[in-house]
């Protein structure tokens, strides 16, 4: 059966046999779709390694999953919190600046300069905060990524996108705490995206398609 895979380019595709994200170079529309540990699945009679491959598969998955969950959650709240910080100190010192200028330069033939020393500071002040941004950014692409595979659809609301019942996939747990920002998140940069505006989606978002 064809594919609708790109051809000569490295591309994640979903095994045919295992069912998880593995990485593929086509150079056919008829290459076999299975990922280099299932081909020696092929076959009726293999039915039973096959199914003991897949499970320690999906464990090794389920572990790697849940650790870089861990390490993003820890990252993105000290990222946010630094950032807001870091805002914070900014805004004080925008403030403390201009109240100095303001009082030195308001009448005489310095006059001009204030305006120059407070664009200059804000200009500073605005390239910090773009900083803290693309570091939120960054890892709420990656929570993106995470969530598209562990989310459930209206179809089935019980089971989570990994197969597991969402009541009993840790990752679904820890996700939906962040769901409503994640996705206030998406929804922003999907609109900057449509005014062909720098945005953050990731690349495999389908507006990117």
């Avoid at 008829?30 to 598969?57: F, N, S, Y």
């Avoid at 849940?66 to 900014?90: G, P």
């Avoid at 820890?174 to 920002?181: G, S, T, V, W």
Wanted: glycine share 6%; aromatic share 4%; with cysteine.
């Amino acid at each position: 059966m064809a594919h609708l895979y790109p051809l000569y380019v490295n591309v994640l595709a979903q095994c045919f046999c295992c069912q998880s994200l593995q990485p593929f170079h086509f150079t056919s529309a008829t290459d076999q779709v299975v990922c280099g540990h299932c081909l020696r699945h092929l076959g009726p009679e293999k039915a039973e390694q096959r199914d003991a491959d897949h499970i320690k598969l999906w464990l090794g998955q389920f572990a790697a999953q849940q650790e870089t969950l861990q390490e993003l959650d820890a990252t993105t709240t000290a990222a946010i919190a630094e950032r807001d910080a870091e805002i914070a100190a900014l805004a004080a010192q925008v403030a403390d600046l201009t109240g100095i200028v303001a009082g030195r330069f308001d009448r005489g033939p310095d006059a001009g300069l204030r305006g120059l020393l407070e664009t200059e500071v804000l200009k500073r002040a605005e390239r910090k905060a773009e900083l803290g941004q693309r570091r939120t950014d960054a890892a709420m692409a990656v929570l993106w990524e995470i969530d598209r595979l562990h989310r459930t659809t209206p179809a089935d609301s019980q089971r989570c996108g990994c197969g597991k019942s969402a009541a009993a996939c840790p990752e679904t747990r820890a996700l939906n705490p962040i769901r409503q920002a994640l996705g206030d998140w998406e929804r922003k940069n999907q609109k900057l995206h449509a005014a062909g505006q720098r945005h953050a989606l990731p690349a495999g978002h389908p507006d990117l398609a």
